[in-house]
């Protein structure tokens, strides 16, 4: 019997054109990628409306998704998350119109009839798009409460990927018979998974690791800047998934200014030419000049984008960008002004906004204002997030319980702390330093201020400023102190843990070697002295960062190369890295699910992340500041 062959997808052909884009009557496809990028121009209403206007087109239906998903993560709203997933599934049955079936008995009945299929583009990016969808509802199951809303997250991205890595081995020498959709849509989706599972704490790549996802962080970041430089769908996305890593995380982890800040300087300013005026990129513009301690300059920027923003959500993000600005210049009436808005127009943490709003009046000297203010923070403590308490409430709950009655607030210099937990020191100007130095000096000698957690959360404070400054031998001198005086720490545990973060970043300017720079990192992550402290996943995520940029140095100085698949990894130490070189995790390395002969480690692994997620904090994004 003589076979046939065929090929799927070319009766849904017209529905694209040679390069992947709709096909849409009475526009070309410089107007159809434009209509792609509305959304990025700051006109999120008239997206929907354009993707609305051909529901039956795959590529338009996903558009939709995308701008729902944006504003579901962006409100944390139950009825936005709920209108987003229900899109997704309306989308996926749409979608599995267009692909093809992989299955074993799809196989069958293919061979029965004698026939062999060649799958055109347009099915292969349908493959993609409901890759899309499947990752897109595991990020919103990933955020509620339930540790079988997790279990089902991990089997929608683990669908995800198995697409993901089928195609790409499918493709691997006929990628130039993609379109350039497809190419690119590839590119991205496989940058984004090793982009995304690099940057996760090691208890949590140990389980990833099973799922077989890849963690080469340099990989990515290349192919993500290839896309961003493709006329496609996808540009805008890996522009801000590219300033997501480089601005996003590393000003909030990473110790000041990085490598990466100048390829984020010529995103924004590409992005800015094309999109002129695009409040998107005039928030990461801000936080630019924030990393290059121009504070005025990021206000103008969030000004801007504030005016010319038409969601809601999108402007809470330059009210709480300008509320830190703010504070970088101890302007508190305004970054009181700032919170309170927050406070009463959005949901992300009540708590933590209503103690900034009482800490900044406490610093304005309007202490029976701040009072009423603090004493509304435990009204608005308990919320979760992924089904854990959120960090920031944990410890502004401990802060008011254990520092304010009725009729007094002993807490010193709350904002201060603030911003240092934040991660904001390095981005400070000098005047701004000097200035915060000199209050904590006529404060630290008082006498009321020699109480071992006075002393301990002000010695922190000096000492990361002091190391900002240049002035080493004083930095060392203070957070030495919290070392030698650890046993006076009552409630303040978190300043042990994190001064050795400080006295690690302190060797890592000295230029000291690597292998001690390591294990001053690991003491820091490993504090055993206190049971539970404040923002442990904070200090986890600063910590594993360093960790990883010291392994590429070494391996640039070496000669090796940017091999990040190898720095994940080798990068951890100590007990983290014997996680990741865990057999059965090793197993999984090549991009194979788990098997049988490690599923009961594999299970093992699950319990301990779900006891695990019970005793750790966890923070909404917006609140994180990413």
Known sequence: ??????????????????????????????????????????????????????????????????????????????????????????????????????????????????????????????????????????????????????????????????????????????????????????????????????????????????????????????????????????????????????????????????KYTPHAESIVADALQRYKDSGLFLLYDGRLQRLNHKTDEAIKRYEHAMSVMAWRQLQHFGHYEMAFCSLFK????????????????????????????????????KKKEALE????????????????????????????????????????FPTLEILYLWNCFGQLSQASLQGFLADVDNEIGKPERADGDYQAVLRLLRGSMRLHTGIHDKAKEDLEWIEDNKHNIKEEGYTLAFARYELAMLLTREQASTENIKVQLNKALHTKEFKQYDLFMRLQFRVHMSKYELKISDDVVAGLGDDADTAHTDALGGEAADEAHHPAASAAAGGAPHTAENLQDFMSLMEKAKERSKRRESDPVPVTAV
Request: net charge positive.
């Open 373 to 412: 203010k603090f004493a509304k923070v435990p009204a608005h403590c308990g919320r979760k997030f992924s089904g854990r308490p959120i960090a920031v409430e944990l410890l502004v709950l401990r802060k008011v319980k254990t520092y304010c009655t009725e009729t007094n607030c002993n807490l010193l």
């Open 330 to 365: 101890s302007d508190f009436e305004s970054a009181c002004t700032l919170f309170d808005t927050l406070y009463n127009e959005n949901d992300w943490s009540k708590a933590f906004c209503v103690y900034m709003v009482a800490s900044c009046l406490w610093q304005m000297g």
């Open 1 to 258: 019997k003589k076979k046939k062959t065929t090929v799927r997808g070319t009766h849904n052909m017209a529905l694209a054109d040679e390069n992947g884009l709709p096909r849409i009557k009475g526009m070309s496809s410089e107007e159809v990628l434009k209509g792609f990028e509305l959304f990025f121009a700051n006109k999120q209403h008239e997206a929907l409306d354009f993707f609305d206007s051909q529901p039956h087109i795959p590529h338009m239906r996903m558009g939709k998704v995308a701008v729902l998903f944006a504003k579901a993560v962006l409100s944390l709203e139950q009825q936005d998350v709920e209108e987003c997933n229900r899109n997704i599934q309306e989308t996926e049955e749409l979608l599995k119109k267009h692909t093809v079936s992989t299955g074993k008995l799809a196989s069958l009945g293919r061979w029965m009839t004698g026939s062999h299929d060649k799958t055109s583009s347009f099915s292969v990016h349908c493959d993609l798009l409901l890759a899309e969808c499947k990752s897109l509802t595991a990020v919103l199951l990933f955020m509620q409460e339930s540790f079988l809303d997790k279990m089902k997250a991990l089997w929608n991205l683990n669908s995800a990927w198995k697409t993901y890595h089928r195609v790409q081995q499918e493709q691997k020498n006929k990628l130039d018979s993609l379109d350039r959709e497809t190419r690119t849509g590839l590119q991205f989706g496989i940058a984004l998974f090793n982009l995304v599972c690099s940057v996760l704490p090691p208890h949590v790549t140990r389980v990833v690791s099973f799922m077989g996802f890849p963690t080469d962080r340099q990989l990515a970041i290349r192919e993500l800047s290839a896309v961003s430089t493709q006329p496609c769908t996808r540009r805008v996305l890996a522009q801000l998934v590219l300033l997501l890593h480089h601005v996003g995380l590393q000003s909030t982890f990473a110790h000041g200014r990085t």
